[in-house]
């Protein structure tokens, strides 16, 4: 993997974002849904990113391989800030709906030929109370 920048994996989430919108306004939703879970796995290693301290040695490998991950849920974890997510959901329920929408999303989404919501995930991620404008208070 090339090496990406908190600002990288910010304009990353945002364009994926917008190129899902743009899938699921055209009847494209498996590209949408796939392109709306890669916004958000941007997102959240922005997040962690920002965490991530120069010139400091990275902590146990087990950790560097999660940050690999594409699991948005254990992402979420190393950003540290599910259980402010949990409280948030709490708060407003349609926030806790799109994150069930979300985090049940794959990489492997990809593969898919039929059955994804494209249009669900592209709401969940950008819409009111969506995970992406979550994120970008956070990261």
């Known amino acids: 993997m090339i090496r990406k920048t908190r600002k990288e994996f910010q304009l990353l989430a945002e364009l994926r974002a917008k190129e ?17 879970g890669i916004a958000i796995e941007c997102a959240l290693k ?12 990275p902590p146990e490998r087990k950790y560097i391989d999660k940050m690999y991950s594409h699991d948005l849920s254990e992402l979420l974890k190393l950003t540290e ?33 039929s059955g994804l919501k494209g249009t669900d995930m592209y709401t969940a991620v950008t819409g009111p109370d969506g995970v992406l404008p979550w994120i970008r208070l956070r990261w």
């Open 20 to 36: 899902a919108g743009v899938l699921a306004l055209n009847g494209d939703e498996q590209g949408a849904y796939y392109l709306g």
């Open 46 to 57: 922005a997040c962690i990113a920002k965490r991530t301290k120069r010139h400091e040695f």
């Open 81 to 113: 800030l599910d259980d402010r997510l949990e409280k948030d959901m709490k708060k407003k329920p349609t926030l806790g709906a799109n994150w069930g929408v979300v985090k049940s999303w794959k990489v492997d989404s990809r593969y898919e030929t």
